[in-house]
């Protein structure tokens, strides 16, 4: 049996089009964990419970994740350059199988995972400190 013939730029256009959605993902992602950063921060003083010093862990634990959350999503904004450049040297390429190239690089996998349970652990956290003291 013949194997089927791929077409480089429908596969790449399926790649892309996959991949757009996880890059505005992050890309929100990315600016609300900034964003709560931030906010939170800039608040800090008023967060303190009143008789004495210093955050709560949660509060420090929290800011990690969001941080976690933010380097995360320049992870896979890194690795969308490199997928793009990926897929250009494949268009460019001799080789009967060029689609084998559009894999993505493996700091994608840990931006995602990075990106999403940073920013769900850092809201999560936020909430449980909200609970208790609010």
Same mark, same amino acid.
């Not at 089009?17 to 964003?35: D, F, P």
């Not at 700091?107 to 809201?123: A, C, N, Q």
């Given at each position: ?51 004495? &010093? =210093? ?7 929290? +800011? #990690? ?6 380097? !995360?999503? *320049? %992870? ?26 559009? &894999? =993505? ?7 995602? +995972? #990075? ?6 652990? !850092?809201? *999560? %956290? ?9």
């Amino acid at each position: 049996m013949a194997p089927a013939q791929v077409d480089i730029k429908e596969v790449i256009k399926a790649v892309e089009n996959h991949m757009t959605a996880i890059y505005q993902l992050a890309e929100k992602v990315g600016t609300l964990s900034a964003a709560a950063l931030a906010f939170t921060i800039t608040f800090a003083k008023s967060m303190t419970p009143p008789g004495t &010093t =210093g955050l709560p862990i949660i509060i420090k634990i929290s +800011w #990690l994740c969001f941080l976690a959350a933010v380097i !995360g999503f *320049f %992870l896979v904004y890194l690795a969308r350059i490199e997928i793009r450049r990926r897929a250009r040297v494949a268009l460019l390429a001799e080789n009967d199988r060029p689609y084998d190239f559009i &894999t =993505g690089p493996w700091y994608f996998k840990i931006g995602r +995972w #990075l990106t999403s349970v940073g920013f769900l652990g !850092g809201l *999560f %956290l936020l909430a449980i400190y909200g609970l208790q003291n609010f």
